[in-house]
Nanobody, 115 residues
Framework: QVQLVESGGDLVQAGGSLRLSCAAS????????MGWYRQAPGKQRELVGI???????NYVDSVKGRFTISRDSAKNTMYLHMNSLKPEDTAVYYC?????????WGQGTQVTVSS
């Protein structure tokens, strides 16, 4: 069983930056890939980006060039670096990990971007 704990959410002004963290209870080496998702009020949860076991990354178009996913295997932690934040980035952000056919989710962290 893997436990994921997100942190770093906050209220920030448009144009600002935040770094979210996702701490995993197990080794992230065992994970096929990890990702960040977000869910805005009244909307479905959407993929923000993923990082593979080989450290390749891919992002949804709306965050390309502004968000970066990285991970520190020594700390079993994945990060989401968010720059040039916009009000439409306001959402609860969740981290996700895949091990084979299993999927694990964190509890989410709130990001609010004021205009």
């Amino acid at each position: 069983q893997v436990q994921l704990v997100e942190s770093g959410g906050d209220l920030v002004q448009a144009g600002g930056s935040l770094r979210l963290s996702c701490a995993a209870s197990g080794s992230i080496f065992s994970m096929n890939h990890m990702g960040w998702y977000r869910q805005a009020p009244g909307k479905q949860r959407e993929l923000v980006g993923i990082i593979t076991s080989g450290d390749s990354t891919n992002y949804v178009d709306s965050v390309k060039g502004r968000f970066t996913i990285s991970r520190d295997s020594a700390k079993n932690t994945m990060y989401l670096h968010m720059n040039s934040l916009k009000p439409e980035d306001t959402a609860v952000y969740y981290c996700n990990a895949a091990i084979g056919a299993l999927r694990f989710w964190g509890q989410g962290t709130q990001v609010t971007v004021s205009s």
